[in-house]
């Protein structure tokens, strides 16, 4: 799709219309990585933090949104799953609570049980974040309904989607949303992958944005592998119009992270990542481990989402109070080995600087 100049200029309105100094989205990062702390550092230090709450109830949205409103007066955005990644349940529940079993012995926990709520209600997720109107709604796993949709518009929200092919950025765009985060196959955590089997969707960062910004009229968010300045000014020159960035904010002192994650993420490197549906049913990008390896030794057949994430999640729990590594779902995207403890603000601050470098180096290259 071709487009006119005034049309690639207004790419730059996304960066104007939410006052960020820094071309830098925090990815939503669910399961205690996302804090209202983080998300309000980021957003104070100029990027767009973002709230997952995909795992919580309409009580803890409505108070996490509370807790970064008393942080801050700066935009951020809250993040949702679309629905239409909720699956039925397969007959593979009996295998899955064998395999469990040892590792809830192991723990200390009662024998593995699948809870009849796998996943929080939409709805009631929908109707705590309309009462809250945030002024961004991120969402991923698919489209949003359309009354869902119809109802956050209605009240001007500014709605992001998540495509990891230019077919998914064509639907997005169709059902109305207004910024498009495209996906690369680098990104740590699930895959937004919703049009077509996930295995056939994981096209690299460098590969997807351009054709991406290339399809859509609206603005796009690169995210996936980038974790320096140097990453966001590559990004910036492929037509995105700022970066979406998980990975590297994990090891920040406001991010929610547990000890035996941090720990084993600082020890990870850019080939100890992995994809798998161990843990949850739905592809996903993080450091292999013991679970992981011996689920794929067993060749387990999983559940699909949400039933594997909620019977893997007792285990996952106790995994992370006992720092044993091995049994938790260790998210990462592959540029982990350019992780580096700090604070939200001062790695901001490290990125904002990290890109003037990298302008000014490209000049000189140029020239």
């Given amino acids: 799709m071709s487009k006119t100049r005034g049309e690639i200029v207004r790419r730059g309105e996304f960066r104007d219309r939410f006052g960020m100094t820094i071309p830098v989205v925090l990815a939503p990062m669910g399961g205690g990585p996302s804090t209202p702390e983080l998300v309000a550092a980021v957003s104070n230090a100029g990027g767009l933090g973002s709230l997952a709450a995909a795992y919580s109830n309409g009580e803890r949205i409505e108070q996490d949104i509370a807790a970064i409103r008393k942080l801050t007066s700066r935009p951020f955005a809250v993040n949702l799953f679309s629905p239409q990644a909720q699956l039925p349940l397969n007959d593979g529940v009996t295998a899955v609570a064998d395999f469990l079993r040892p590792y809830h012995e192991r723990l200390g926990l009662k024998a593995p049980e699948l809870p009849q709520k796998p996943i929080e209600d939409f709805d009631e997720q929908l109707e705590a974040v309309a009462k809250a109107a945030p002024p961004i709604v991120s969402f991923t796993f ?3 309904p359309q009354k869902a949709s119809d109802r956050l518009k209605a009240q001007g929200t500014f709605l992001m989607g998540t495509a990891t092919t230019v077919e998914e950025a064509r639907q997005l765009e169709r059902a109305g949303v207004d910024a498009v985060i495209a996906q690369g196959s680098e990104a740590g955590a699930h895959r937004g992958t919703f049009a077509v089997p996930a ?5 690299g960062t460098v590969a997807l944005v351009p054709q991406v ?17 140097r990453g966001l000014v590559a990004a910036l020159a492929l037509g995105a119009s700022a970066v979406q960035m998980g990975t590297a904010f994990l090891a920040c002192k406001e991010a929610g992270t547990n000890t035996a994650y941090r720990e084993a993420l600082l020890r990870g490197r850019e080939d100890t990542t992995t994809l798998t549906r161990a843990f ?3 592809m996903a990008r993080g450091l292999s481990n013991e679970f992981i390896e011996k689920w794929n030794a067993a060749e387990m057949e999983y559940l699909p989402y949400p039933w594997q994430n909620a019977f893997t999640q007792p ?6 109070a006992a720092k044993q590594a091995g049994l938790l779902s260790l998210w990462a995207g ?12 001062q790695l901001m601050k490290e990125l904002q ?6 302008w000014a180096k490209l000049k000189e290259q140029m020239r």
């Avoid at 285990?315 to 992370?320: E, G, L, T």
């Avoid at 540029?335 to 700090?342: I, K, N, P, V």
Wanted: charged fraction near 25%.
């Fill in 142 to 144: 698919g489209l949003l």
């Fill in 280 to 282: 949850s049913g739905r």
């Fill in 353 to 358: 600087e990290q890109m003037k470098e990298a």
């Fill in 334 to 345: 592959q540029g982990l080995g350019m992780m580096r403890e700090t604070t939200a603000a």
């Fill in 213 to 229: 910004v290339d399809a859509v009229r609206v603005p796009v968010i690169a995210s996936g592998g980038i974790m320096d300045g």
């Fill in 199 to 203: 295995e056939e969707a994981l096209i």
């Fill in 315 to 320: 285990m996952r729990r106790a995994a992370a």
